[in-house]
């Protein structure tokens, strides 16, 4: 069996160190080289042709954020983060996976309770996940978002009386799901029904991602609240850490956040979202499946379908990593299977009562 080559590149020895020990701890991965700047990390490349990188965001000489644009640019491959996450970090490493970094891990891991071996089994999970990445949906994120401007530029309003009221659009994502929902919400327009989702993140990360993902789209993406009423043109992100559900208020919906066990070994979960989103809202919740790891979601997505829910699910080829999608349409929860560049659309004309209510994108 071919192990996975890895790359280290990192400024401090004492972390090249480490992240060797690691990977090299796995039997199914090797590190054939460090690196402690860009600039060695280049010839590097060139010389052992490593299957993925390591990659640090501050070094000296050329930042991890260059480097990886370069990168990107010139010869994609697949780059595991470690990064900081501090609210600078966070953002530096938010920047890496709209460039197309695979993920990243936190530093920080290494302080908390059972740090080394939490730490090492993050590292090894995701540089064996990196290495079975579609490459080409990591490379083409950004270069989607841009050619998707023209379009953006023409989107227009759902004409007024088309649209379905008490529609509530229910969307999970993981790993690739940040650059996913940065797609999708950029192309929704600002009269849109409210979209809530539950994106596997860490806390440090939520409120970071919700600036970005508002900058870039018409409809106002926050981080939820617990109370805060669900508002038609408002897009909702669970906060790291938090199950996000839905409850009835009158005649509306507020956002309720919950800090009860992790489902699916994720808080926020995609399953706790959908199985509220179906109770409150019932047949008229829409149901959307991202690229991610695992099958969080792929049950509640079934439940929804079941019910009476529209769901849509994203195809392989346009998954950077087809797991839970995978797992959906598996059981059968997936309605309409589409590529990424296809899912606004589709999300538009499902929530007009004529798909003629909207101009094709």
Not at 152 to 162: F, K, S, V, Y
Not at 177 to 186: H, K, M, P, V, W
Not at 303 to 328: I, N
Request: hydrophobic share 45%; charged share 20%; with cysteine.
């Amino acid at each position: 069996m071919k192990l996975i080559s890895v790359l280290v590149i990192d400024d401090s020895a004492l972390m090249r160190k480490l992240l060797t020990g690691v990977i090299n701890g796995d039997p199914r991965m090797e590190v054939v080289g460090t690196a402690e700047d860009p600039y060695v990390a280049r010839e590097q490349i060139k010389q052992l042709n490593p299957d993925v990188l390591t990659l640090d965001i501050e070094m000296p000489k050329m930042n991890g954020i260059t480097f990886l644009r370069n990168l990107m640019r010139l010869r994609p491959m697949p780059v595991v983060m470690v990064s900081t996450l501090t609210e600078k970090g966070a953002s530096a490493t938010l920047e890496s996976l709209e460039l197309g970094a695979f993920d990243y891990v936190a530093k920080s891991t290494l302080q908390e309770d059972w740090g080394i071996d939490k730490f090492a089994k993050l590292v090894v999970e995701k540089v064996h996940m990196a290495s079975l990445a579609n490459i080409n949906a990591l490379a083409q994120s950004s270069l989607l978002l841009a050619m998707d401007e023209e379009k953006r530029q023409r989107l227009t309003a759902i004409e007024t009386g088309r649209l379905k009221q008490g529609t509530i659009i229910a969307i999970g994502s993981s790993t690739g799901g940040t650059e996913a929902l940065n797609q999708i919400l950029s192309m929704m327009p600002a009269n849109a029904p409210p979209i809530v989702i539950a994106q596997h993140i860490p806390a440090t990360f939520s409120a970071s991602l919700a600036r970005r993902l508002n900058d870039g789209s018409a409809m106002k993406v926050i981080e939820a609240i617990d109370g805060g009423e669900i508002l038609p043109g408002h897009a909702y992100l669970a906060p790291g850490n938090c199950h996000m559900t839905l409850r009835r208020r009158g005649h509306g919906y507020i956002c309720r956040l919950l800090q009860t066990e992790k489902v699916n070994r994720h808080r926020p979960s995609v399953d706790v979202l959908f199985d509220s989103v179906l109770g409150e809202v019932g047949s008229l919740a829409i149901g959307v499946i991202l690229t991610g790891m695992g099958a969080d979601g792929a049950e509640g997505l079934l439940r929804m379908r079941e019910a009476g829910c529209q769901t849509v699910g994203q195809d392989e080829h346009s998954s950077v990593v087809y797991g839970m999608p995978r797992a959906a349409k598996n059981l059968g929860a997936v309605e309409f299977q589409l590529p990424l560049s296809k899912i606004p659309q589709k999300l538009l004309d499902l929530c007009v009562t004529s798909e003629s209510g909207v101009r094709a994108l």
